[in-house]
């Protein structure tokens, strides 16, 4: 076990070296200066200048490389907090936790702030809202999709098996819309938008109930057609009718027999819907203006905040790919063929 583990932190420890080079070459090797795509188009020529000279961003590329991945990672200190560049471009880059320290992502050009003031408070929001979805759309998939599965071709399979297709085609801002109409507008329910503010009268946890609806619902109608799917074909197999032909009941033969061997396939799929929930979310986060990580990478993206649009892409693929480690481990627990050699 140990030896498997090994191989596989040694691989994503790979892999975040190749993600970060890509991030940074797809960032920073586009044309035109590194200096005017963070200061702004409206930046001066002089201001441009001296920070290509003093950052260093007319070095060769792979130098430049590896000093930003020198001050991500704590090797170096971030040249942008020297003062005689604050004083040159007439603003302030001071850092509460210092100029070295590990996870410095830099300073954000557009709101003048560091990076990382502002990113953890926006995944933290996507992380509550993607916890609660995962929380509600594990049961309810797995429940749906054992009870479609157990009986293939019933009235209750094939409505289930319908009412999947329905929500997995419905696309998130029709689905939110439709919310919106029902049980804001209509109803009168709920908040129909939902900026984490109690300024509006509406309590906070409200606030979250119709993005958690659209995401459960949008997830749910995948996940819950390949744990029927699952299911179904380990309810044919033959070691599921020696079980039943010995005498065992129906839920001892699907507790005991069939529900890991069911969910090996089902695994996978769920934990990149946890990677969906947390990095693609930004349809849903839009529709009711909810400050969340996706939010975030958006306005960045139409902003041009390069520093901002490294780290959030960094991020994601950071929580990607350990999600990814973390399904092949549960992978091979629940898949005795495979096991953790």
Same mark, same amino acid.
């Given at each position: ?32 200066? %590194? ?46 907090? *020297? ?11 001071? *850092? ?69 297709? %329905? ?20 109803? /009168?329910?709920?908040?129909? /938008? ?17 993005? %958690?609806?659209?995401? %459960? ?20 197999s033959n070691y599921i009718r020696t079980a039943i032909l010995k005498g065992m009941t129906m839920p001892r033969v699907v507790t005991r027999h069939g529900l890991r061997n069911a969910m090996i396939a089902p695994f996978t799929v769920m934990m990149l819907q946890l990677n969906f929930l947390i990095s693609g979310v930004v349809v849903t986060e839009m529709i009711f203006n909810f400050p969340g990580f996706g939010q975030l990478l958006l306005k960045a993206s139409l902003e041009k905040d390069v520093q901002m649009i490294e780290a959030a892409t960094l991020i994601s693929l950071v ?23």
């Open positions: 076990m140990l030896k498997y583990l090994s191989k596989k932190f040694i691989s994503v420890i790979a892999t975040l070296l190749v993600a970060s080079f890509v991030v940074f070459a797809l960032t920073e090797m586009t044309p035109g200066s %590194v200096a005017r795509k963070k200061l702004g188009q409206f930046a001066l020529q002089s201001q441009v200048d001296f920070m290509d000279e003093q950052l260093g961003y007319n070095d060769p590329f792979y130098q430049r490389y590896v000093r930003w991945l020198g001050i991500l990672v704590g090797a170096m200190p971030d040249p942008i907090q *020297d003062p005689k560049v604050g004083e040159a471009l007439g603003r302030s880059f001071v *850092d509460k936790r210092g100029a070295q320290y590990f996870g410095n992502f830099g300073f954000s050009f557009q709101s003048n702030q560091p990076v990382n003031d502002i990113i953890w408070k926006k995944l933290a929001n996507t992380g509550i809202l993607a916890g609660i979805s995962f929380a509600l759309i594990v049961p309810i998939s797995i429940f749906f999709g054992m009870l479609a599965g157990m009986r293939e071709g019933s009235w209750y399979d094939r409505t289930i098996s319908v009412g999947g297709i %329905v929500a997995t085609s419905l696309p998130e801002f029709a689905l939110g819309v439709f919310l919106v109409a029902i049980f804001s507008t209509g109803l /009168g329910w709920l908040p129909g /938008g939902s900026p984490l503010s109690a300024g509006g009268g509406w309590p906070i946890w409200t606030q979250f109930v119709m993005p %958690v609806m659209v995401l %459960v619902i949008y997830d749910s109608g995948y996940v819950i057609r390949m744990v029927r799917g699952s299911m179904t074909e380990v309810m044919a929580f990607a790919i350990m999600t990814q480690f973390i399904s092949d481990i549960g992978y091979a627990l629940l898949n005795p063929r495979i096991g953790l050699r």
